[in-house]
Structure formats: C-alpha cells, structure tokens
C-alpha cells in the first residue's frame, strides 16, 4: 500500500535511508545535503534506526570512512554536496576502482567560484570520470526511488561499483512535494541484507583490498572495472524492472516523453526535466511536434541507447546545467554529440547552458528554445552550436 | 499557457517566518487531497533581507520546477518592502494581493506601483499582540491566504492546522491556543473584507 | 570469485584477474622472493657473533629469525641485501660480499 505524503526531496532521501537502515554512515555537513545527515542522526537518536553514524572531520575522511566501512564488510553511505564532493575527489576514484558498492547520495549544488550555494550539476559532472554509476532524480519521488534501488544495482554480483545518487540542490531538497511512499518491510525485502562475498572482518577467509600494482596489472584492473560499469546498464534495467513491480513506477536509462513523432527533443537531466514537460504540453496544445528525453543514468552513459531514441527527430536541445570549460560547449553537450556521431545519427543539435549557480530555468525558455530549433530546420535560421539561456545581454548601442 | 494551478508569492523578511507558512499552506492544502508544492528561494541566511517563498496548489500532479513569476495572489508579510520590492510584478489582473499592515486598502493601493486588482490588507501585528502577545505575523497571514485564495475550505482549514500545531508545538502546547485564535480572529476579519473587496472589483 | 592468487602473474589476462585487484589470502608477500634482487649479500661469521641481536629488529624484510633467544641464518629467499645488519653489528660479523 502506497503512503500519500508530502515532503521535501532531503526528507525523502532521509526517509529511504531510514528505510534501507545501512549499517554505516560516516558525514560531514554541506548545504545544501546538511539535512541528510542531521534527519538521520535524529532517526537514530529516536531510536528508529540502528546505522552506525560516525561524525567526521572533513569530506575526505567521510568517504575514506565509508570506503574502509564498506571493505570491512558493512553497507555504506555517506550524503555530500559541492566543495565536499570536490573534497572527496581521490577517495571517490578509489572506491570505484576498490570496487566497493557503497552509495553517496549527492545534493547538486555548484563549485566555486564564485562562491554559491545554490544549484547546478558542476558537482556531479567534475566527478563523472570517477567510475562511479551516476543517477539524476526529477523530484522528490524519484530522488527517494532512486535511493531505494541504489544497493541493490551496485552491490550486484555483475557490478560492484559506487552509486551516486543525484537530486537538485534546494529545487528539490527543500521544496515540499507530494511523494509516494511505501512500507518499511516492502522497501526493507526489495533491498534485502547486505551478504557480501568477500570481506575485511570475515575470520578464516583473509583478504587484501586496494594493493598496489604494477603496470602490467593496473591497465587490466581498469578494463575489468570498464567492463563492470558497461554491464551496470543491464542490471540498472532490470532493478528498475522489479522495482517497478513493487511500486507501479517505471524506470530506464532515460524517460521518452511524448517523442514518438516529435520533431524536436529536449535532452535534459534533473529537475529541470520536469518544466520542459510542462512546456512540451503546453506547444502540443499548439500543434508543435516536441517530446523530453530526461536522462535518469549518466554514468555508464547510454550513448548507443540515446542515439537511438533521438534518431527520428530533426534536431535536439542538449541542455547541459553546467559549463565544463573545454571551449565547445557543456559535458552533456560533448558526450551526446559523439554518441550520436559513433552511431551515425546525423541530426542537428545546439547545446545550451542554463541554470547555473541557482539561475532559474523557466517554461518560457523551453519555448524559446523549441522556438529556435524549429527556425533553424524550417527556416535555415543558423543558431549557435554552443550558447547560454537566461543570461543578461547588453543592450544594442543605438546608431 | 496552461495551468500550473493556483500560484502564491510570498514576500517577506529573513526570521519573519514567510517561508515557514508557505509550507504550512502546502501541508494543509495537501490534506485535502491537492497537489502542492511549497519552496523558498534561496541565498545565504540573512535576517531581514527580503526573501521570497513559492506555493504551488493544484488538482493535477505540478511538474514546473521554477519559481512563480505570474502569481495569483502575492502575499505581503512585511509593508516596509513596498518601498523596495516590486511586489506586484507578474501578479495576475484578476489576482490578489494581501498586505500586512495597519493602513486600509486605499492608502496601500498608491504603494502598489499600479496594480488595478483586488489588494487585501489584514493587521497581523494587531492580531498576533492580541492572541498571542508577541509579533508573529505568519499565522494571521497563512489564514488571510487562505481566505483571499479559496484553495480550501475553511472549517477543514481550522481542523488541519489544530493538528498542525499540535505537531509541531509539541513542546510548547501553550502557544497552540494562541496561533488558533490568530487564525480564527483573521478568517473572521475576512469573512466582511473579502466579500467588499469583491464586491468592490466586479 | 575467490581465486588462488599463485595461479595470478604477470602474464594473466584481465578476465583472469581479480576484482579490483583484491587478494584473497593473506602475508603473501613471503611468496614474493625478493632475495632474488640481492646484489650484495651478508654473511654471518658465527665465530665473531656475540648474539647482541641488535641485527635483527634493523632487518626492514625481517630476515634475520630469531629462536630461542638466538639469531639463526639469513632468509636469503626475502634478503634484498641492504646491509644494514652489517652496518650495526658491533662485532663485524656481518660481511657484505659482492653478488648474490
């Protein structure tokens, strides 16, 4: 039986967690994931959990607690945002590479500087080539669903990697939305009791973790880990797929909204997702032929997956909520335009910049950008391959 | 454009509670079965700056993840930001706004930068020194938003918030008395305003 | 998943390998014959020896056994031959000899 409830998107990461009861959680605070922490330590202190928290010093410490946690033998999570994420760097490669299937829960919030506390995906986007599964949320409900799922894809036989679980800072953490919940013993079943194989504090089996190696081992030990991440996609599916059969929700790699016959499609990731749907329907409503592609799984990125579903369209928006600084556009923007190209989908594309720093992202700018797109086929209006939304502009110099 | 449902805009000042009675509007609209959203914009904690907070209610699932720039009612916590804030912009002609404030409809409307729609005002310091003893203008001005949107009835209204506060004052039940009676004295004051106010407009 | 860690060497393949490289078994350093590196080696005059056993704690490979109170032969096996026993044995018993 589904609970009708309402809170904000930290509270229902919160609320999983009390859920799943992992049995470590080592933390430090960071707006905007402080609440994370603070609402499970308050579970704990209720007595409504028995998680072993351990207050650390720093973002370095917490993943490296979590990381020797999760090595020992006990199911790990630690919740970040920002700077800490960025503090954590070193120990984010290592617990990809050490193969440890613990879970952060990430709340977006953007890098300085300018210092900022508000939303963007720099945060998560700087640690996409750490090995670990990276999976954006739309709202509350999927940042709890997506939670629930966490443990039970990483620790997979067939992956044992980290997984990040990604909400928007503030935009979702603390607004208050409905949400669906389910029952403690339905989501306690569907995770089920960590029973890993191989263990630090197992007596009789001695293991070592993380040894050094040579080159002529540590290049075959990134193919391995390469391979793990690619087969993560299969299990990412089917996880959803019983997830489904117990909560009625359906996951993928990514969300097709109304793109059957579309013309155009926004490529989008994170809460934002839901604004251009609501934009899509408004233009259908006018005749427009405009569908979403929301990216739920950026890490593995489904790059074959994606190309297919985009190549009916005559061009795509590649929305990227974060500026990579390579000259050529947004992360998202590079790793969908190769993807289309090594698939030989030759569709037009532009790929805009928006909703840096908390900059709000509105209906409106999903029609100017449908708008633009459509000028461009129809037209021949060139637009610019790679620009910003919702930047202020200096007004023309009169002559 | 379609609907997004009912939008509320809150102005207020940092510690005058604004953003907590935006979400008290979304959990007591969410009792009676609505969809809502309740979310403050955010910055560094500052208190006294301006800030702004959002509500969202509506019969269908809300999807839009921006802040609420064509509101239906704006709700005033503070006059003093009249002087600096805009806070009529993007309301809706046929929209409302609610100000705080000791002064009547017409000495507010000249503050309103135009605005040709219905204004409200509602004297919460009055009604908060009166029930409660102390200034806390957010009960009085979560009923007048109550009462000027309609999103809910008002008998259910009451009811939820009783349980409301019994929640969240749990500690201190003296005060729950006082903030029912701050919500009541208000309903009340709009039982007669509104229904001139409306009058008055069409 | 478990794998006999002898059967992993240089050559292995990466389907071979472990996951994340992680041993399963543990002191396998010992079959790990560094003495194999040795340029230079100790030996021990057993005449000049007083059993100070200042060598032995010096050893970094551990090298140097001792039983009941006595030091015993080097493991040439793990010996990289470093000479710090020789440099602290106050007796010279300890001689460094050129190759292995």
Same mark, same amino acid.
């Given at each position: ?15 999983a967690?009390r ?9 430090f605070p960071?707006t905007?994931?402080?609440?994370i ?5 308050t ?6 959990m ?5 207050p650390?010093?720093?973002?370095h410490?917490?993943?490296?607690a ?13 919740a ?7 503090l954590?760097?070193?120990e984010?490669l ?12 990430l709340?977006n919030r ?12 720099s945060?998560?986007?700087g ?7 990276q ?6 409900q999927?940042?709890?669903d997506n939670?629930?799922q966490?443990y039970?894809?990483?620790e997979?036989?067939?992956v044992?990697?980290p ?11 603390h607004?208050v939305?409905?949400?669906?919940l389910m029952?403690?013993g ?5 995770v089920?009791?960590?029973?890993p194989?191989?263990y630090l ?8 973790v ?12 990134k193919?391995?880990q ?25 996951y ?7 793109t059957?016959?579309?013309d ?16 899509v ?6 005749g ?9 799984v950026f ?5 074959k997956?994606?190309?297919?579903a ?13 500026e ?7 992360p ?6 190769s ?7 030759m569709i037009?594309?532009v ?17 100017d ?6 000028n461009?086929i ?13 930047l202020?502009?200096q007004?023309?110099?009169s002559e | ?6 939008e509320i805009r809150?102005?207020?000042r ?8 935006a ?6 609209a +969410?009792k ?6 309740? +979310?403050?914009e ?5 208190m006294?700056?301006p800030?702004t907070? +959002? ?9 839009v ?11 005033? *916590? ?5 002087h ?6 993007g /309301?809706?002609?046929?929209g ?10 017409a000495? *507010?409307r000249p503050?309103?930068g ?7 005002? *509602? ?6 020194m009166?029930?409660?003893g102390?200034? +806390? ?8 938003a ?9 008998d259910?209204?009451i ?7 019994q929640h ?13 009676k701050a /919500? ?5 004051v709009?039982e ?11 | 998943m ?8 240089e050559?292995?393949?990466h389907?071979?390998?472990?996951e ?6 543990g002191?396998?350093?010992?079959y ?11 030996v021990?005059?057993e005449d000049?020896c007083k059993?100070?056993l ?16 006595k030091r ?6 793990h010996c990289k031959g470093?000479?710090?026993c020789?440099?602290v ?12």
């Amino acid at each position: 039986m589904a609970i009708k409830d309402r809170m904000s998107g930290n509270e229902a990461v919160a609320y999983a967690i009390r859920q799943v009861n992992p049995d470590v959680m080592p933390a430090f605070p960071i707006t905007p994931s402080t609440e994370i922490p603070q609402m499970v330590s308050t579970y704990i202190a209720n007595g409504e959990m028995d998680t072993e928290f351990i207050p650390v010093e720093s973002e370095h410490s917490s993943m490296s607690a979590a990381i020797g946690s999760e090595a020992a033998g006990a199911r790990s999570l630690t919740a970040t945002s920002s700077a800490g994420l960025a503090l954590m760097w070193e120990e984010l490669l290592l617990a990809a590479s050490n193969r440890m299937p613990l879970v952060l829960t990430l709340v977006n919030r953007t890098l300085s500087g300018p210092i900022n506390i508000n939303c963007d995906h720099s945060d998560g986007m700087g640690a996409r080539d750490t090995g670990w599964i990276q999976i954006y949320a739309e709202n509350n409900q999927e940042a709890y669903d997506n939670f629930i799922q966490a443990y039970p894809i990483a620790e997979h036989a067939d992956v044992h990697l980290p997984v990040m679980v990604c909400q928007d800072g503030f935009i979702t953490s603390h607004a208050v939305e409905n949400i669906e919940l389910m029952e403690d013993g339905v989501v306690k079943d569907f995770v089920g009791e960590y029973e890993p194989e191989e263990y630090l504090l197992n007596p009789g089996k001695p293991i070592a973790v993380g040894p050094y190696s040579v080159s002529n081992y540590a290049m075959e030990a990134k193919k391995n880990q390469e391979i793990a991440l690619e087969r993560s996609k299969e299990v990412i599916l089917q996880v959803a797929e019983a997830f489904e059969k117990i909560s009625g929700r359906k996951y993928g790699l990514f969300e097709e909204y109304r793109t059957e016959d579309a013309d155009y499609i926004m490529l989008i990731m994170g809460s934002a997702a839901g604004t251009a749907k609501q934009a899509v329907d408004d233009l259908r409503l006018q005749g427009k032929k405009v569908g979403v592609v929301k990216l739920r799984v950026f890490r593995p990125f489904p790059a074959k997956e994606l190309a297919k579903a985009l190549s009916r369209c005559k061009a795509v928006a590649i929305m990227d909520r974060c500026e990579s600084y390579n000259g050529n556009g947004g992360p998202l923007g590079s790793e969908v335009t190769s993807g289309l190209y090594r698939n030989k989908v030759m569709i037009e594309t532009v790929n805009y910049i928006y909703g840096l720093a908390g900059r709000d992202f509105t209906v409106n700018e999903v029609y100017d950008v449908f708008a633009q797109l459509e000028n461009m086929i129809e037209n021949g209006q060139q637009a610019e391959q790679y620009q910003y939304i919702g930047l202020r502009k200096q007004e023309a110099p009169s002559e | 454009m379609m609907s997004t449902g009912y939008e509320i805009r809150w102005h207020g000042r940092g510690g005058q509670g604004a953003k907590t009675a935006a979400l008290l509007l979304a959990d007591v609209a +969410f009792k009676t079965g609505k969809y809502v959203q309740g +979310f403050p914009e955010y910055g560094p904690e500052r208190m006294g700056a301006p800030i702004t907070a +959002f509500n969202r209610i509506s019969e269908v699932p809300i999807r839009v993840h921006s802040n609420i720039y064509t509101p239906d009612l704006v709700v005033v *916590v503070d006059e003093t930001l009249l002087h600096t804030v805009d806070v009529t912009a993007g /309301l809706k002609a046929d929209g409302a706004v609610i100000v705080n404030t000791a002064m009547s409809e017409a000495e *507010v409307r000249p503050l309103l930068g135009g605005y040709q729609g219905r204004i409200y005002t *509602v004297d919460a310091r009055k009604i908060s020194m009166e029930c409660l003893g102390k200034y +806390f203008p957010n009960s009085p001005m979560l009923a007048a938003a109550v009462a000027v949107s309609k999103v809910m009835d008002k008998d259910e209204f009451i009811a939820d918030m009783q349980a409301s506060y019994q929640h969240k004052f749990a500690k201190k039940p003296e005060v729950i008395e006082g903030n029912m009676k701050a /919500l009541k004295m208000t309903l009340e004051v709009f039982e007669n305003t509104a229904d001139e106010n409306v009058e008055k407009s069409a | 998943m478990r794998t006999d860690v002898h059967k992993i060497n240089e050559q292995t393949p990466h389907e071979e390998l472990t996951e994340g490289l992680m041993m399963f078994a543990g002191g396998t350093s010992k079959y790990f014959q560094t003495g194999e590196w040795r340029t230079s080696t100790p030996v021990l005059h057993e005449d000049l020896c007083k059993q100070c056993l200042l060598c032995a704690p010096v050893c970094p490979d551990s090298c140097i056994p001792v039983k009941e109170g006595k030091r015993e032969d080097f493991d040439y096996d793990h010996c990289k031959g470093c000479g710090i026993c020789a440099a602290v044995c106050p007796f010279d018993a300890i001689e460094m000899k050129e190759g292995r």
